[in-house]
């Protein structure tokens, strides 16, 4: 296991994997082979066992770091669908909005950290709680400046008066004192796009639809059609991604109206908005949030949020809802993301990976569709799905190394010591210490 290599890319810029359970998530059956790595991308893989001690079968140049895989499993980094790199493991809304942004700035990249650590090498960002927070952690993280998951910026939610974001009081009408950026009336999005694009944001949010402990119901769908119309008119200009918190039946049908790529939630589709949905499956993918929803039920406790209470049973209700309709879209061939709304107290950053067991356990996915709507479609959902998201020639190098067998126990993946390597853009974030896991393994 030689181990030249180093995140600041001082080394060799060829690292080639020997001796390793390649799951490339293209869906195909796991296969012993070798992968090797030029610069920042997948160069060659073959497959068949290389001789034990890491003797290569492959040609490669001087110089490359070798690292043998003993037999440990090599796939795509995992990648989050729905993520919030400025929420701050808070407890409750109010504590991210409050903080302010220079300590804000410093806390996402801790966040960034915890998630990449967690063997998350890549994640598109669901809404920030400052317009340029993400902005800069993006920019930060890509140019290698701090660790991070490969990112997509988001600026912070967009809502209507009395939505998802508006929570100042009636005695303080100030814009600062709200997670989103209220507006009212077509001219007003269109400002709020315009201005969050000049800032930098690759995706615009909307919040189509309420969220329980705001106090507007889940199935409620407050948004115009002339202001939805308005802002994806004005994000495709730029060629910008649109994504939507659309709880409701109705929210998540103006997506399919308005052609909003990432559907977020979508717990109360109906019927008729899943045949929608279902004839225009190519355009859109879906992320449940789904570990939001079973912690804020059951696991919020000690931060104010009794089992039993008013509030828990509504998001106990939609729990059972989102996995009866996330089940009718799996049968569809919907295609369904990871990402679980993490950020809050409840729900800390680094425990994304939960969200594979809960495909597995609650909705009914095999091991390999969990492990695909990890990696595949995250690669998707980050529209770089024909070069991020699987093991292939010529794509990204996002990969992880991971000590056991995933299809077996997904939970494994959960576990940040068997998680033995992390390699993002092609350089080793985390390198495997073979030796020394081995000794732990057989202690
Ligand atoms: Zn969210």
């Not at 949010?205 to 199935?219: C, D, F, P, R, V």
Request: proline content about 4%.
């Amino acid at each position: 296991m030689a181990v030249e290599s180093s995140w600041n890319g001082s080394a060799s810029n060829a690292t080639l994997f020997t001796n390793v359970r390649i799951i490339d998530a293209t869906g195909e059956y796991p296969y012993t082979g070798e992968v090797l790595i030029q610069g920042n991308r997948i160069k060659q893989i073959t497959k068949g066992s290389s001789r034990f001690g890491g003797t290569s079968s492959m040609t490669y140049g001087a110089g490359t770091t070798v690292i043998d895989g003993m037999g440990a499993t090599l796939m795509p980094g995992m990648i989050d669908a729905h993520l919030h790199l400025s929420w701050n493991n808070a407890p409750g809304i109010d504590p991210i909005q409050m903080m302010e942004v220079e300590e804000h700035m410093l806390v996402t990249m801790e966040m960034a950290k915890l998630v990449l650590d967690a063997g998350f090498t890549g994640g598109r960002g669901a809404a920030a709680a400052k317009p340029r927070l993400d902005v800069v952690a993006k920019r930060f993280i890509n140019e290698g400046r701090f660790p991070g998951p490969r990112y997509l910026a988001a600026g912070p939610e967009i809502t209507t008066v009395g939505g998802l974001g508006d929570s100042a009081p009636s005695h303080i009408p100030h814009e600062g004192l709200n997670l989103g950026i209220v507006v009212s009336g077509p001219e007003e999005i269109r400002r709020t796009v315009r201005t969050l694009i000049k800032y930098g944001v690759d995706s615009i949010k909307l919040n189509l639809s309420g969220e329980e402990i705001t106090g507007m119901g889940a199935e409620e769908t407050p948004m115009s059609e002339e202001e939805v119309a308005m802002a994806c008119s004005e994000a495709r200009c730029r060629n910008k991604v649109i994504s939507a918190h659309a709880r409701s039946s109705g929210s998540v049908k103006q997506c399919i109206r308005h052609g909003i790529q990432n559907i977020y939630h979508a717990s109360f589709a109906d019927e008729e908005a899943l045949d929608m949905l279902e004839a225009a499956k190519d355009r859109h993918l879906v992320a449940p949030g789904i570990a939001w929803l079973i912690n804020t039920a059951r696991h919020a406790e000690q931060w104010g949020i009794k089992p039993g209470s008013r509030l828990a049973e509504a998001y106990e209700r939609e729990l059972e809802m989102c996995i009866a309709t996330m089940k009718k879209m799996h049968r569809r061939g919907i295609r369904i993301c990871i990402g679980g709304d993490y950020g809050f107290a409840w729900t800390p950053q680094g425990a994304n990976a939960k969200d594979i067991q809960t495909f597995v356990d609650m909705l009914g996915f095999s091991p390999m569709e969990a492990l695909l709507a990890a990696t595949k479609y995250g690669g998707q959902i980050m529209c770089m799905g024909d070069e991020l998201g699987m093991i292939k020639e010529g794509y990204l190098a996002d990969l992880i190394l991971v000590d056991g067998d995933p299809l077996s126990d997904v939970r494994i993946l959960q576990d940040k010591n068997r998680i033995i390597g992390i390699m993002r853009d092609g350089k080793m974030y985390k390198t495997p210490q073979m030796n020394e896991q081995r000794r732990r393994l057989t202690a």
